[in-house]
């Protein structure tokens, strides 16, 4: 994994009209996050072992529920999180809809980040054909972000205060870190 990250607290707050093979789902759904990074002189994607989920909502049907927050680090050089809904079944856990969240829609990256904004989003889900199948909502926020001594990045501004005080007295500069 890469050595910058931003901790993240996801809650997967549920999702809507979900269908399996073109029929409602009963019950059994679970989300599952994972992220993804780019491989260092690469264009193509590759995803982490670990993956984050939510618990199974037995009576859900179509429209599950989970409400459940889970903490995620993300690698600053991931495009963002990808989101799975899955169906338990007996012959092991079927993927029902997948969902890409950009890092852009709750990093603050076109503008300047509010340390700890809770952002509601919903995405569109799609089946493994790439069929619509469902909305999951979900609230993202940034708690933090880190990179190793050597790296620039320690927090999303730095702030320069002008003179030798920080008593209210000169000039205030804020600019963006290197990424």
Known sequence: MSDAFHTLEVTVISAEDLTANDRPVKNKAFASLRT???AAGSESLRSFPK???TRIDEHGGTSPSWNEKLTVKLPTSSPGVVVDVLRKG???DKIV???RIPKSDFTGEYSVPVPNHLHFLSYRLRDPRGVKNGIINVAVRVTSSYSSPAGLRIS???WYKGGSSYGGEGTVVGYPVAR
């Open 36 to 38: 993804q990074d780019r």
């Open 51 to 53: 993956s984050y989920s």
């Open 90 to 92: 007996s012959s092991g």
């Open 97 to 99: 809809g997948t969902a």
């Open 156 to 158: 999303h501004a730095a």
